[in-house]
């Protein structure tokens, strides 16, 4: 049991919650006039008043649930308020739901998840019908992927820094890369990668988003072609590929893309350079020892055959000279697709080889572009390697020698700035605005505050390149987020743990648990760094985020006009507008034009005839912001969302006859009950209505 609270400490408590603009009401028997203005003071960062009632009343409450004084000072931190908004969004992975999600910092409260990979009814993304436009573009092969596993999240940057345009995110299961519009927080476009069936190093920016950066994972026999293991050397590659962004269309532009072949080592994650090393981007790799695993033929597995080695290779691409190659049409054509080959990046100067510490698994650029920290799993450092001493290795030719396929390797002592002992696992790291730099500790389950040099070194009291706290997270933490911490100005304040396990964190939910996102408070400088927030993700597995001041966002309210197509993201002269609502024919074509308004559809009675094609366009003529309807058709997998002003268009067989009751499916007024309707679909001459059959559930015990 924690010791009970003084009225001494909880008084401490209470002010310096005053004075960050929260404040505790725990007396219920004031006017409301009196709490009204000591709110109001509270939000113009006044000092506040506190009732002796106020204070007894919180100390109770602290000692009846064995609260301390931190605890009291972290939900100060993190309260928001009703009505309040949150300054910073967390855009998340959703790992193996396939999707996005947003949350608010500092309150941790999910705001919405966003749809990308996966149909997902309440947003009525995939629900539109056999050709529904959302399952067509998850089709891989020809056959439907109706899931992904998101990993990295990217915000659009400009100079650098994030400028809340657009959101892209890699799905590691299919190599594909989802391109979300943060303006109606929506995916537009999902383009599947060629070379590869799977990805890992998805998705990363160039600092204006001229290009987004897919790195690959597991080497294969690119353009899905087929090689035994025993060929591995000769037949598997990797890839990297560049996405050309078209920021204006707000799609990547498939016509102006490519990839790089590159050894096949197990590429990992990427970061783009920035201010100092702009022009460059960088890989992790591992299994630069190309073990082939096959335990089960007495071979030693992937783990071990893939950590042999004490070195793997920090990849350093010229993208800049890589667009020029590419634009030279200094390419192969693998599936369809350019692909600069391994020996021209070589004879162009387009790829070196650094030596890392085995089996590294982040690689970061600092803001100022000067410094690509690596964090070597096996190792307890972190390297630090200097952009400058890159370049001038490479101008000098300062090489230890080359790989197997005659990539040059500089001289590690040659680009090295220093390595810094920070604990067991390290994975990733991020920055502030105080010259600290963050790094996850896997296997401590602790985050590692260390300070950086340079020009960093006169922003913090510490000696450059030394380890300053580490704050236990509960547990095995694989990526961290800092608030705006992979730009080129970090705001400090927060930092997200990502931690893989929650065990003893929250109830029980069976045996599998949910992760668990805490938020530090990284505000102060030195030591101070505690942990002020437990979220539990109970969906899916997220692996990494990004933190955008939420004043940047310039999301809408409601669409710019009514009749707006949020696929074209303009007006769509097919949407039709109230007066015009009705059902046409042309032969077995069926037009119907609908408009949804509180609380009815109108028409209300739709009658169509067995086999005929049915077009069905419907407008949200509301105006006003979350007045939003939805419009189902049970039987036919039809399930939509209407925001205010929205155009949607869906397309079916009327294969089923029968009367089908159609409904709005968001709660939207007194009488959401009666906004519904029914579409009659008529049998041909011999054919009965359509009876459902029903499903056999599973015995139970």
Known sequence: ??????????????????????????????????????????????????????????????????????????????????????????????????QVFAIGVPSMRLLRSIAVFTPESWQGYGFGGKDDHVIESLKVNGTPVLWGDTHHPALSETKGDYDGQFLFIGDKA????????????????????????????????????????????????????????????????????????????????????????????????????????????????????????????????????????DMDYLHIIDWRKAEAAFRAGKVKKINGFPVIMLETSIAEGLLYFAPEPK????????????????????????????IEKVKAAIAAKKFSGSDEFGVPVLDFDAVKEV??????????????????????????????????????????PEQPWKLVQKTPVQYNIGHLCAAEGDTVSPDGRFLVSMSKWSVDRFLTTGPLLPQNFQLLDISQTGTTMPVIYDLPI???????????????????????????????QQLDANAPKQGQEGVTREGNKVLVKMTAVRSHFLPEHVEVNEGDEVTWRITAVETAQDATHGFCIGAYNINLSLEPGEFEEVRFIADRPGTYPFYCTEF?????????????????????????????SRDSK
């Open 668 to 696: 939207c007024s007194a009488l959401h009950l009666e906004m519904m309707g029914y579409l009659h679909v008529k049998p041909t001459a011999g054919h009965a209505a359509a009876v459902p059959t029903t499903g056999t």
């Open 419 to 460: 390595q810094v002992e920070l604990g067991l696992g390290p994975l990733h790291t991020q920055f502030d605005d105080k010259g600290y730099a963050y790094t996850s500790l896997f296997l401590d389950s602790a985050v590692a505050r260390w300070s950086l040099g340079g020009e960093y070194a006169t922003m913090h």
């Open 538 to 568: 109970g969906v899916g597995e997220p692996h990494y985020c990004q933190m955008i001041k939420a004043d940047k966002l310039k999301s809408w309210k409601v669409y710019p006009e009514v009749g707006w197509n949020t696929r074209t």
């Open 174 to 309: 299919n190599a594909r890369v989802g391109v979300i519009d943060l303006r109606d927080w929506e995916t537009k476009q999902v383009v599947k990668n060629p070379l590869t069936i799977s990805d890992h190093g998805a998705a990363f920016v160039t600092p204006n988003t001229e290009y987004v950066i897919e790195g690959g994972q597991y080497a294969t026999v690119l353009g899905y072609g087929y090689a035994p293991p025993e060929e591995y050397k000769k037949s598997y590659r990797g890839m990297v590929t560049m996405w050309k962004f078209d920021r204006a269309k707000g799609r990547i532009d498939l016509a102006n893309s490519f990839a790089l072949e590159l050894p096949p080592y197990w590429q990992d994650l990427a970061d783009a350079g920035k201010s100092a090393s702009d022009g460059f981007f960088f890989i992790n790799s591992f299994n630069v020892e190309m073990a082939t695993g096959g335990a089960e033929k007495g071979n030693p597995p992937f783990e071990a055959g893939a950590s042999k080695r």
């Open 1 to 98: 049991m924690k010791n009970p609270i003084r009225t001494s400490m909880a008084c401490h408590a209470v002010l310096a919650a005053a004075s960050a603009g929260l404040l505790f009401s725990c007396f219920a028997g004031e006017a409301n006039a009196q709490e009204n203005r000591r709110r109001r003071a509270a939000q113009e960062g006044k000092p506040v008043e506190l009732l002796p009632e106020q204070v007894a009343g919180l100390t109770k409450i602290a000692n009846e649930r064995q609260l301390n004084v931190d605890d009291l000072m972290a939900a100060a931190k993190t309260f928001t308020p009703s009505g309040r908004h949150d300054e910073y969004v967390l855009f998340s992975s959703g790992g193996q739901s396939g």
């Open 359 to 386: 089996s590294p698994h982040g690689v970061d650029v600092t803001p100022n572009g000067q410094y690509m920290v690596v964090a070597g799993k096996l190792d307890p450092h972190v390297t630090v390697y200097s």
